[in-house]
């Protein structure tokens, strides 16, 4: 699989000219979505699902059961729930979860998956809910108002995954970008990080 990080939480997934796209939100960029046969969206904020953009596309997405979206933009969206295993576009995809992270006092209380892709990618949306088995490659969100760094590092230590990619990263300027990836680098074996829009390079797939 070809893995392309977008901006913020927005990744895209190719295998055998399918194309599969995690969390495309208001702050990723369009060709992200260029070709896409199918979107997963972790849960309903606006930086992991663009509705507008997502409604003029036309192709099937997942969501978890209980999002709340716009009712005046009607998506072709199936809804999923926490341990369902479905097809996506061709890809085989386990949801697993069912919260996002409190950020204070409670909130948000909504729902949020996370989806292991070909039992080798995963990527948790606003939660660090472990996958529950040995994956390749994992996403850990970098950056949150729901989240400390020291709980991101535990989060993929414990995975144990071969490769980890941080994601959620866009509102860190560049000096945290680079105290997060330099605690991440000395801390988590297999990190790496990519910038939006590349790819991880063919020996490291």
Known sequence: MRITKFTHSCVR???????????????????????????????????????????????????????????????????????????????????TGGRHATIHGGQPACANLGYLVEDAVYHPGDSLHPPGRPVHTLLVPAQASWLKLTEAIDFAVAAGAARTVAIHDAQLNDRGLASVNGWFGETVPGYRYRRPGESIPPEEE
Request: charged residues 20%.
């Open 13 to 95: 997934i190719e295998h055998d000219g399918r194309v599969l796209v995690i969390d495309p939100g208001t702050w990723s960029e369009p060709a992200a979505l260029a070709g896409a046969d199918a979107v997963l969206v972790t849960h309903e904020h606006t930086d992991h699902i663009d509705v507008l953009r997502l409604a003029g596309l036309g192709v099937p997405v997942f969501a978890p059961e209980g999002a709340r979206l716009p009712a005046s933009t009607p998506l072709p969206v199936t809804r999923v729930g926490a341990g369902q295993r479905f097809d996506a576009a061709g890809f085989a995809v386990t949801a």
